[in-house]
């Protein structure tokens, strides 16, 4: 807060990690979002990760690191 580093509560954190990915939405587009999953999410955690990407925030920038 105010450039300090404090110790925040999950519900705020995640409370700022919302608001900021909709000001960047709002501000620069969808297309400014990317989403990264990981080879050792399950299926289901790795669909749950595009699904946010696609159909919540509006961007196709979904990948994982399987493929590297």
């Known amino acids: 807060k105010d450039g300090e ?18 000001e ?11 989403f990264l999953s990981s080879a050792k999410c399950t299926n289901e955690e790795n669909y749950l990760v595009q699904k946010l990407g696609r159909a919540v925030i509006g961007t196709n920038n979904v ?6």
């Open 24 to 34: 960047i939405a709002q501000e620069s587009g969808p297309d400014a979002l990317a």
């Open 5 to 22: 580093l404090v110790e925040a509560t999950w519900d705020e954190a995640l409370d700022l990690v919302a608001t900021k990915f909709a």
């Open 63 to 68: 990948d994982h690191c399987a493929r590297l």
